[in-house]
């Protein structure tokens, strides 16, 4: 049975006196190829990994990509829990020793009074006449004993984290399979047309980025197979460690029961496969759909309904002076009304970073775009108006000036911090709209671009000839530079054909890179591979058509879907707004009156329960905790981070320009 990854064996001969058996010297070479750290915990805790405790995650191993074995794995865990329990229980020893005297006897006398409610007991004169009797020793004894436990506790939850963190890694992994397993037999089903066998078909597959974790078990499959001699042994034993048990497993064993029939019977069984998964991909987005609008309807609820709370709270304190009482924290005593409102404000930014995160894995792989900014500094403000991550990188520096600014003038701190975050957010998402825009028209002219390449290779003329002619004739818009970059770059070709396919797939690489876009990335990956595959270039291209037709349909569908739920997320925030300013202007202020003529009126009202400025200050927190989260789950449904940054940063500078405009902040 496979335990994970090879390790690296070290080169170290045993001698000729050696009498140890293989797997022996094996473990002994790995023990001297590790680090101290490493030694130390391979020693110690080893052999922890083939207890049956850990027979679940070692079959979670084996669909994660871990690239240490799993022995070592669970070693490292075991040391770490070790560590970590050793310096919590130092640390509880030390505080317990240091803390005054008194406290550690009141503690076991509440523990032991509460024991003994448990047991239908009162025990409350003997326990504290006990507990007063606690000697130096018996102090000592307790901290230690609690420091223990403690300690127990700390190593319990850290092998716990180690398993489940492997269990996380191989659901992430099977979801990430699931989404790009269409994608793959689709290019395969091209790939079948040409005269690779299904060893090279699988290794194109492999080296392609676009597919994810399936390259990346395609990949494990060819490494086993290059191990073992046989691609069948590599594709079993894939399908059996994939943690995508009903996807990429079932499909790896019938791929291999149709290659081993013939290349005819492949043909036929991609053909099938991938038609039935991408039907099975369009219920997947028709369910993510569903769960869309759930998710905005729960959003809506979760937002609106801290804000009518603060509100409501603030009214009620008016004749309930308990809600003024104060509370002990950490940090001081805070009124109960304070620690409510305030609650409510970090309850709402965290509702808007998990819709946000789930609103963005909602969204299809093929239509997330992640941009990477250079290395350096200067490429970086280069290219800061085009590439939003150049751009984040280029105007953090104004919003730290923003708020020092605000700050050096006696701003208030949350507003302080609220500009920094505009001046930062606003040009930053700017960016990002007009690099999304820019990507739109180009994958616009792409689809007009392969059209325009397939009606010259369905005349006859070479590749490399179709694309020279539709970038002198053709008008791409956008997409003319990178055209006529790919048509000059495609013939640079020399003599022999090996050069001649490098640097077509070198040229085509590039037009990808420039172009930028995970649709380009896609359709002209899928050139790139069927090309050098030799497959039928008529058929190739007759695929291509639908595939790039196809992506582009499903794109602008999603975009048409999503700006609903931007619409969601400012009527939301709108809503808010209006809400809290209108009381914060009308309501408070009323409240206020009555107050100060209590004493004319009857009305028994305690003057210090209504502070107007301080009310319409907690408000005014309350509502830009909302304009940030609605701000965030409007952009990532729009088109991502980034423009997440421009919603919320706009809906902060409205909320400002009305509390202000109406004398509230």
Partial sequence: MESGPAEPVGSQSTGPTDRSTPAERQRADTERSLGPFDRAAYALFASRADSRRHERDRRSYRGTTVAISFDRYIARVY??????????????????????????????????????????????????????????????????????????????????????????????????????????????????????????????????????????????????????????????????????????????????EHADQGSDSLREYLSMESRMLRHQQDRDRRRAEGFLELLAELFVVLLVLPALLVIVLTVMSIISPGLSAPVSTPFGPVTLRALVVYGSAGFILAVGLATAALVSRLRPPDQHVVYRRPASALPTLRTATTNPASAAAAFAPVGIAGFVAS???????????????????????????????????????????????????????????????????????????????LALNLQLTTATERTDTDLRTAALDRFVDRVGTPMAEQTVGLVIGALDAGSDTAVVFETLQGEVGRLYHEKRALRSGMLVYVAVGWTTALLVIGISAATSANVFAGFERLSTMSELSGVAVDPGAVDLARDQYRVYVTTQATMLASGWFAGVASRGQYEALLHSGCLVAVCHVVFTGMGLV
Avoid: C
């Fill in 79 to 256: 040391a770490l829990s070790l560590i970590l329990a050793v310096l919590v229980a130092g640390g509880v020893v030390g505080l317990g020793m240091l803390l005054p005297g008194g406290t550690i006897e009141s503690t076991v006398t509440a523990a032991l009074e509460r024991l003994g409610r448990v047991g239908g007991r009162d025990l409350s004169g003997s326990v504290a006449a006990d507990a007063i009797a606690l000697s130096e020793r018996q102090r000592t004894a307790v901290v230690g004993v609690a420091g223990v436990l403690i300690a127990a506790a700390v190593h319990l939850a850290v092998v716990y984290a180690g398993g489940r963190y492997l269990r996380w890694l191989a659901a992430a992994r099977r979801v990430n399979i699931g989404r790009t397993l269409p994608s793959a037999v689709r290019y395969l089903n091209v790939l079948a047309s040409g005269s690779d066998g299904r060893r090279a078909m699988l290794r194109r597959v492999a080296d392609t980025d676009a597919y994810g974790e399936t390259a990346v078990a395609v990949r494990k499959a060819l490494n086993t197979a290059a191990m073992t001699g046989n691609i069948d042994e590599g594709l079993r034993r894939v399908a059996r460690d994939t943690p995508a048990q009903d996807s990429l497993a079932p499909f790896l064993l019938k791929f291999r």
């Fill in 407 to 485: 700050v050096s003038l006696g701003v208030d701190t949350v507003v302080a911090l609220l500009v920094g975050y505009v001046g930062f957010s606003v040009p930053v998402g700017l960016v990002a709209v007009r690099r999304a825009r820019l990507d739109d028209a180009k994958d616009h002219e792409l689809k007009d671009f392969v059209h325009a390449v397939s009606g010259h290779v369905n005349l006859g003329r070479p590749f490399s000839a179709a694309v020279d002619h539709v970038a002198r004739d053709v008008d791409l818009g956008p997409l003319n530079g990178d055209v006529a970059d």
